[in-house]
């Protein structure tokens, strides 16, 4: 057991430093977080020993858990606190939202697919993850109850940027989300404050689709 704990420690090692530190991720606490957290835990036993490849992996229902790489580069982009509230649209695998948590005060994140939120909720309470809240709900309707956010991630590709998510932005929050076509998106950084919405593309990826009333619609 203790072998097999440092063989995945020793991955995460090698995976915050070829994968993540050398392509521009300098945020030491996004760093920690990505070295700390057991990524392998969050796939199916058969797929433990790839966990910490430079690459997606499936986690059921036509969804994956992203690329280390860029679930490093999205939580960059939100320059997080340690006192701010965090929306994630998509829990799925639960990945991305416990390297939210390692970093921010809160973290609020909705799923659409009650297998996977189930899932993930039994990871976060095996590692005490208390300041997790989940919601089995239509994402792209956010959480408005909660809102204002300092901070949203939509961990899935948007036609559009959903104004209603737009809308539960703090001023000086910053959202991050893929837009773009089924399989080919533009990862986009916007930046909130009295002046308006300030965009920046950070670069090309490919997410799933983001199913919801204000994303692509249910086949």
Request: net charge neutral; proline share 5%.
């Amino acid at each position: 057991m203790q072998q097999e704990l440092l063989k995945y420690q020793r991955q995460r090692e090698n995976m915050v430093r070829d994968q993540i530190a050398v392509r521009g991720i300098t945020d030491p606490n996004v760093l920690a977080a990505m070295g700390k957290v057991p990524r392998h835990l969050f796939v199916g036993e058969a797929l433990m020993d790839q966990a910490y490849g430079d690459f997606p992996l499936p986690i059921g229902k036509e969804q994956t858990i992203s690329q280390p790489y860029i679930v490093a580069e999205m939580t960059q982009a939100l320059q997080l606190k340690k006192e701010d509230r965090v929306l994630e649209i998509g829990t799925g695998s639960g990945y991305q939202t416990a390297v939210l948590a390692e970093i921010a005060y809160r973290v609020y994140t909705v799923e659409r697919i009650r297998l996977l939120l189930d899932k993930a909720r039994k990871i976060f309470d095996t590692f005490h993850y208390h300041n997790i809240v989940t919601k089995y709900s239509d994402g792209t309707f956010g959480w408005a109850d909660e809102s204002p956010f300092d901070g949203i991630i939509v961990t899935a590709g948007a036609p559009q940027v959903p104004e209603i998510l737009l809308n539960q932005l703090a001023p000086g929050g910053r959202m991050v989300i893929p837009v773009g076509k089924n399989y080919s998106q533009e990862l986009l950084m916007l930046y909130k404050n009295d002046k308006g919405v300030h965009q920046t593309a950070l670069g090309g990826c490919r997410f799933v689709k983001l199913v919801g009333e204000h994303g692509w619609k249910e086949e």
